[in-house]
């Protein structure tokens, strides 16, 4: 029934989508006395009649518009000038996306509406259900996926239940658009034809509805990066930038756009990890509850570089898994820290007054003791050991694992309702989850381990400049300066 409504609604979509007919190219350009002019000929005109003017750094300041037909413009709009109390804002989340690509993209030229795109670190596991909640300040939510232990109840989530009502989705009332679960699951059959799809949508939606500020989601785009890698991200920043320059022309330059993602991806084909079948050579029982010393409960949900545990012997499991090819690190919590291990390598992680402290028990597995060194010989890092929050994000902006402390801390103090007792973060080669979405979907790129490529990904708006590093929690403030995001 499933295979039939996904051919069903694929059917209906195909033919139906456009995404945007903005050109590629400009008619022409030329040098004004403001700056370097773009000419563009939009719709059925026989002449350019849309013009994008860059300054010195290439970003579009000002657009000419002709209304009248005669080949020259009689409407000029500078988007620094903007009345952005009255002007209406349109936000774009994609699902997935690495910073990378997305400096690439705007090096070479594209998104030159907007602002410099900023880098925004996401959370640990690095996954769309703890990320949004994060972004728009909502409650937590119930698991890491679909698939998790309830405490309360001491049972597995009916994991097709919960994905296909939604109720893992705290988030999902500041969105104005997103899209059903058949959808959302022919996004990983057929991403192409979902992305488009859902940009029309969101097109069609901001267009009628009115709001001043309104929220699209697009869940196919990471249907396109984990089918294609590089390629199908690229193809989707593609899509993306005409279709904000369509919607800038259309409307006059009458609005803002906003574009963030959740998360990184890894950019590198993997395989499943055979962790249930480890677990078992170890000694431990998989199961849907937990009842005996042995038994652990293991989600298999998505398609991720991460791979949640719970168990009533943790610190037993994350040694085993230790050993297993194709994982990285694991963490678990430990009475009043949290402990990081790496084959030999061990840590432990504190808290107190919103400074951490990294206690390097044995090895180093965060590869933190150089950058603490060099915070400690700049007054960072107190006489016990705890280092300033804010510098440690600073000094670990760029690091193998951006900002570890607080994503690490954050995954048991506040970031999930039902915390899992394990998490192993996966090498990028490696992924876990379905067995049966494994085969239906290619897996050239994904997401949630603790690495740079799969925590980092942007935020860039054509409302203004946005603070070069962020949390997700910072991203809501940051753009309260210019539009309330919901």
């Known amino acids: 029934m499933m295979r039939r409504a996904l051919v069903f609604s694929l059917l209906l979509l195909v033919g139906c989508a456009s995404v945007s007919n903005f050109p590629r190219h400009p008619a022409s350009v030329e040098q004004t006395p403001d700056g370097s002019a773009k000419a563009y000929t939009l719709g059925k005109a026989s002449r350019p009649n ?21 080949g020259k413009p009689d409407l000029t709009v500078d988007l620094d000038k903007l009345d952005l109390k009255t002007c209406r804002h349109l936000v774009i989340l994609l699902d997935g996306m690495p910073f990378g690509l997305v400096e690439e993209a705007y090096k070479s030229g594209k998104f030159r509406l907007f602002h410099p795109p900023s880098r925004l670190y996401s959370c640990f596991p690095s996954m769309t259900w703890l990320a949004f909640p994060l972004i728009f300040h909502t409650e937590a939510p119930l698991g890491v996926e679909a698939d998790y232990l309830d405490r309360k109840t001491g049972r597995r989530s009916d994991d097709m239940t919960v994905y296909m009502q939604r109720t893992n989705e705290p988030w999902r009332p500041c969105v104005d658009y997103r899209c059903g679960s058949l ?27 009115g709001k001043r500020v309104f929220v699209g989601y697009n869940a196919s785009s990471a249907g396109m990066g984990t089918a294609k890698g590089r390629e199908g991200f690229e193809a989707v920043l593609d899509k993306v930038d005409r279709f904000c320059e369509e919607m800038m022309a259309e409307s006059k330059g009458a609005i803002t756009i906003t574009m963030f993602a959740d998360h990184g991806h890894s950019l590198t084909p993997a395989r499943r990890i055979p962790l249930t079948k ?9 199961a849907d509850r937990l009842k005996k010393r042995n038994d652990v409960v293991v989600p298999t949900f998505g398609l991720c570089t991460d791979a949640v545990v719970y168990a009533n012997d943790p610190a037993g499991v994350a040694r085993a898994l230790t050993d297993l090819e194709g994982v990285d690190l694991v963490v678990y919590p430990t009475g009043d820290s949290i402990t990081v291990r790496k084959h ?74 039902n915390p899992p007792d394990v998490v192993a973060s996966l090498k990028n080669s490696w992924y876990w989850g379905s067995r049966g979405f494994g085969l239906v979907a290619n897996v050239a790129s994904t997401h949630g381990n603790l690495s740079y490529s799969n925590t980092v990904t942007f935020a860039m708006t054509t409302a203004g400049p946005l603070p070069p590093r962020m949390r997700l929690v910072d991203l ?4 309260a300066k210019y539009f309330p995001l919901p």
Request: aromatic share 12%; with cysteine.
């Open 50 to 70: 849309y013009w994008r003017v860059a300054n010195a750094e290439g970003r579009v300041v000002v657009l000419r518009f002709d209304r009248s037909g005669d």
């Open 183 to 209: 959808v959302d699951a022919l996004c990983y059959v057929s991403p192409l034809v979902g992305f488009t799809h859902e940009m029309d949508v969101i097109r069609k939606r901001f267009e009628t509805r």
């Open 278 to 286: 480890f677990l078992r050579k170890s000694g431990y029982h998989p």
């Open 344 to 417: 030999n390598q061990k840590a432990r992680v504190f808290h107190k007054g919103g400074r951490y402290r990294y206690h390097a028990v044995q090895g180093d597995p965060l590869e933190l003791l150089p950058i603490i060194a060099t915070l400690k010989k700049q007054g960072k890092v107190d006489d016990n050991g705890f280092i300033d929050d804010r510098a440690l994000f600073e000094a670990t902006a760029l690091h193998k694992y951006p900002d570890p402390l607080y994503r690490i801390w954050l995954c048991w103090h506040g970031a999930v309702q």
């Open 476 to 479: 809501k403030p940051a753009l």
